[in-house]
């Protein structure tokens, strides 16, 4: 079964630049979420889309932005790369409103900012 | 390699000994649960699931004990194996709003586990 496609895998950035995440959602699904994790840390949420349209939104930082588009990808932009931004950043995404077993996440984007 | 769970409490189990890993969730509004293992550089993988309307669910060598009073979560696997090695998170949900749909999973502190064979 197709799971939630992530791209870049690897990014290596220095600081001040701006960087672009992808994420392809499981077929159908039309949420997605987007977390952070930091070395040691758990996943922290970031923000979501439900039908193409934010959902909610968590500790994301003024400098980052992100959309879901019509066939349901989603991207995150980040601007201003700082160091603290070195993480690991997951999409998952759900059916409706539905967390469930086909909640998959991706295998995420390793973010290195130098 | 990925440096996930550098400073995550760690537990430390024999091969063939039954794991137990605890989670304490944050928000009495909860009603779904997840119990996720990351390895290293992957995503978190779905393991089990319980809704708040059960107290015990049980899947292949995994069981997940939900203690609503006390907001506790326990995981427990049985037979370990090496390949059960890994990162451990708990995670959360809140029911859905009519106006945002969705609400996001929220993690706890995860466990790793390690696996002496």
């Known amino acids: 079964a197709a799971g939630v496609i992530q791209s870049p895998r690897h990014l290596i950035k220095e600081k001040r630049e701006t960087a672009t995440l992808k994420c392809y959602p499981i077929?159908?699904?039309?949420?997605v979420y987007w977390y952070q994790q930091g070395p040691g840390q758990d996943p922290q949420f970031l923000i979501s889309?439900?039908?193409?349209?934010?959902?909610d939104k968590g500790s994301i930082p003024d400098r980052f932005s992100a959309q879901q588009f019509s066939d349901y990808h989603s991207e995150l932009n980040m601007s201003s790369l700082e160091l603290g931004d070195s993480a690991l950043y997951f999409c998952?995404?759900?059916?409706?409103?539905?967390?469930?077993?086909?909640?998959?996440f991706g295998q995420g984007t390793r973010l290195t900012v130098v | 390699g990925e440096s996930v769970g550098l400073h995550l409490p760690t537990l430390s189990v024999q091969e063939g000994d039954n794991s137990i890993i605890n989670c304490a969730y944050s928000?009495?509004?909860?009603?779904?649960f997840i119990w996720y293992k990351q390895e290293s550089g992957k995503g978190p993988q779905f393991i089990i699931d319980?809704?708040?309307?059960?107290d015990k669910r049980q899947g292949q060598r995994v069981t997940v004990l939900l203690n609503k009073t006390v907001k506790h979560l326990s995981l427990q696997i049985a037979a370990t194996q090496p390949g059960d090695s890994a990162v451990y998170f708990c995670?959360?949900?809140?029911?859905?709003?009519?106006?945002?749909?969705?609400?996001?999973?929220?993690f706890g502190k995860g466990t790793r586990l390690s696996v002496i064979a």
């Open positions: 998952a995404s759900s059916l409706g409103q539905s967390w469930n077993t086909e909640a998959f």
């Open positions: 077929p159908r699904h039309d949420t």
């Open positions: 889309f439900y039908e193409k349209m934010q959902s």
């Open positions: 928000n009495s509004a909860s009603d779904y």
């Open positions: 319980i809704r708040s309307n059960m």
């Open positions: 995670a959360e949900n809140i029911p859905p709003n009519r106006n945002s749909g969705n609400t996001p999973l929220v």
